[in-house]
């Protein structure tokens, strides 16, 4: 430590103290995952023993209100409606909140880590997709709760929805219509959303006994409408024609539906739709979009409480939590829904 007469002995701080020596560390090193209280009684306990401790003071004075909210892209209009429900919680229990659009990855963990320090971050919420390693790197920074985009079994909190049961239900119900030649437009394969999405979709095949066919499988690399309507035109214009799309994301949705237009094909009559995500796009398409809600308010406000109570409490119970999603029908399925 600059200043300091004599060299830090952790183990007589802890002996002082009575706080482990892990968390003395993560004061000195003036990480934020540590109580005001125990950070206190470190200072104290160092300043009986002779340390140099107007560092760590000065660090301890500077506000600590800050979390960061890492997202794929301020583009994707998902993320809108996550992101007003974390700043309401942010706001209602004294936090600002930075949103930030970097890949967090193994290239970019000492940038973004400095940007933490920086910031004097409280705590962070992603929904990016990140590795396994990297996310328990960060977790042992900061306080950490992902939001839709998870990994299971880290021990890190996460709020997110059941993709796979969310998906097979959307897929049902085509079927239950009659629907026999479903083609699925489906996202960025390395999230889990996009694998589980898929999983759900084979699924629900399988159990109507229903040919998986890969050539009406569409795999896209990003959420973008020119990609999915050039794709979606050049599948219903092929032999493979299918009679309806299960996309999993609205845009996909209404690319599909631009698509039907250009092969002079009906929506619903001859092509029937279903999306994800119920995007306010969902409902001024024409024709309307049937779609998968998410209760994506719901998602950011409960992921930023759960992290605020990470943030306030040494030791907590890891939650995870999946909420409920919800078909809503309208006239891409269901042709008396027209006006």
Sequence with gaps: MAGSQKKITYSAIAERSGISIATISRVINNSSNVKDDTRKKVIE???????????????????NDLIIFNIPSLDNPFYSLIIQGAKAAA??????????????????????????????AAGLITTNCIARSTLLRLNAILPLVQCCECIDGLNIPFVTIDDVSAARNAVEYLISLGKKRIAFINGPIEYKYSQDRLKGYLQALEQ??????PDIIIQLQEIDYDMAVSAATQLLNSA????????????????AIKASRRASLRVPEDIAIVGFDNIGLSSLCTPSITTVNQPKFQLGLL????????????QIPIQSMYMDTELIVRETTQKSLRS
């Design 91 to 120: 706001q209602r229990n004294g936090y600002n909140m930075l949103i930030n659009e970097d890949p967090i990855d193994d290239r970019s963990f000492d940038s973004f880590t400095a940007l933490l320090k920086k910031t004097n």
């Design 240 to 255: 493979q024609r299918p009679d309806a799309f299960f996309a999993s994301s609205d845009v996909y949705a209404a690319a």
């Design 208 to 213: 109507a006994k229903l040919e998986k066919d």
């Design 45 to 63: 306990a160092m300043k009986s023993l002779g340390y140099d401790t107007s560092t760590l003071e000065a660090n301890t004075s500077k506000t």
């Design 303 to 314: 992921s930023c409480e759960m992290l605020i109570k990470r943030i306030n409490a040494e």
